[in-house]
């Protein structure tokens, strides 16, 4: 895996988590594993979030660990540090792409509009987070995106659903989703990974 193009690839959703406790994230990729999700990214929205993701890079090798919600340069070197795979960006700013960048690591920068678009694809971006879905237009502004700029691929993230993946997978400009309802709070604080297993079981039989 050495390019964004790459992650869209990985699986038809890629689970957008929040950790509030760091030992919680082992069992949880472990769970998404065994429901046939072999990546996942940590969001860098928690004081818990970086020592997750390097329990995961370290105790459970087979998943495809990244670091999502980066928003400072700072943020890209501390995620690969850490022993992130990826990163995901919900919007852009020359210093964040230029932090990604130097990382080495692929990453998915984040846009909402068709100038962010464009101006992402002429760096040479072409696969890219399109976020905040649902608020932003969901499906029909994908669609439209589609005709100007078909080259451009996305993981919509924001406001997903079980019940509104499969018409975003349905589209050629789109690779994967992204879905916090794979890893609910309430199951992250019960230690039901058998639930997680299933969310995670039920996405992977979805098709992009």
């Known amino acids: 895996m050495t390019t964004g193009a790459d992650l869209l690839g990985l699986s038809p959703v890629i689970p957008v988590v929040v950790v509030d406790d760091a030992s ?10 065994r429901g046939g999700i072999g990546v996942i990214e940590l969001t860098l929205r928690t004081p ?8 995961v890079a370290a105790e459970v090798p087979d998943i495809v660990i990244g670091a999502g919600t980066v928003t400072a340069p700072e943020h890209a070197e501390q995620a690969a540090k850490a ?4 990163l995901v960006t919900p919007g852009t700013t020359d210093r964040v792409l230029d932090a990604a960048e130097a990382t080495g690591l692929p990453f998915l920068p984040g846009a909402a509009t068709v100038s962010e678009v464009m101006r992402l694809a002429e760096r040479g971006l072409t696969a890219l987070k399109f976020f905040p879905a649902e608020a932003a237009g969901g499906v029909d502004y994908l669609k439209s995106i589609g005709g100007p700029i078909p080259h451009v691929r996305f993981c919509p ?9 499969p018409d975003y997978l349905k589209l ?7 879905g916090s309802w794979l890893a609910p709070k309430d199951a992250l604080a019960a230690g039901d990974w058998d639930r997680v297993e299933a969310l995670a079981a039920a996405a992977s039989s979805l098709s992009a």
């Open 48 to 55: 818990a979030a970086l020592e997750a993701i390097e329990r």
């Open 83 to 86: 022993g992130a795979r990826f």
């Open 157 to 165: 993230t924001g406001g997903i659903t079980p019940q509104s993946a």
């Open 172 to 178: 050629p400009n789109v690779g994967c989703v992204g």
């Open 24 to 33: 919680h994230a082992v069992p949880l990729a472990r769970a998404l594993l």
